[in-house]
């Protein structure tokens, strides 16, 4: 069974700087996906970014990167320029590829960020 | 194009009762799935529905169970609710792929 482990219960950072957020996973499985997802109060699950075992280069999506380390089961989220509007939960995800569809997310506790003015 | 909703979105029920919850995919998802997100928590995945069957189930008891219909979209039924029901019970859809795009979720109180 796979476990995602966020280490980080709650985190700040001052509006326009940047901030890392830490996952760890454990999986015996070769081939997956790695997610972070942005949850506001609102509640709706928002992705981030997504990153595939396989490729060895660092997922981007604007101010949003990750670190990939595959070998020491390490995804780390970063948030450049942050802003106000980051404030949110942070949950990393696992999940297995499989060929016949999709299998389920494995969720890690969350990290509440909050973005301070 | 409508993202995935989900009704109703809040709901309170007494211990014993039985609840549904809807859910409205994406539009073109064939595959549904459900979590449950208890306070302060992260998702946990209850089960999976494609082509109208079960596909992959999560620990849960026989209590919660599912259907999903022919236009795709699913029904979350829970008997003989429980306090530990109360929580953030999420909908996620998907085609082939491995995003699933989630719903605003249905908020379930027990007491």
């Known amino acids: 069974a796979q476990t995602v482990t966020q280490s980080q219960p709650e985190m700040s950072v001052q509006e326009a700087e940047t901030v890392t957020l830490s996952c760890t996973y454990d999986t015996s499985e070769n081939n997956y996906y790695l997610f972070w997802y942005k949850q506001p109060p609102s509640r709706q699950m928002i992705l981030v970014i997504r990153?595939?075992?396989?490729?060895?280069q660092n997922a981007t999506e604007n101010r949003f990167s990750v670190n990939f380390q595959k070998a020491a089961k390490s995804f780390s989220l970063k948030i450049s320029d942050s802003q106000l509007g980051d404030t949110a939960m942070y949950f990393c995800a696992f999940m297995k590829f499989t060929y016949s569809g999709n299998t389920p997310l494995v969720f890690g506790k969350g990290t509440r960020l909050s973005v301070i003015a | 194009d409508a993202g995935v909703t989900q009704s109703p979105t809040h709901l309170i029920k007494t211990r014993g009762q039985q609840v549904t919850l809807r859910c409205s995919p994406k539009?073109?998802?064939?595959?549904v799935s459900w979590y449950q997100q208890a306070l302060g928590q992260g998702p946990q995945f209850i089960f999976q529905?494609?082509?109208?069957?079960?596909?992959q189930r999560g620990n849960f008891p026989d209590r919660f169970s599912g259907h999903q219909f022919p236009n795709y979209s699913s029904e979350l039924n829970v008997n003989a609710l429980l306090l530990g029901d109360s929580a953030l019970y999420l909908c996620a859809s998907s085609l082939d792929e491995a995003e699933q795009f989630f719903g605003p979720g249905t908020r379930l109180t027990v007491l």
């Open positions: 539009s073109g998802h064939d595959t």
């Open positions: 529905y494609y082509e109208e069957e079960e596909r």
């Open positions: 990153q595939e075992a396989y490729k060895q």
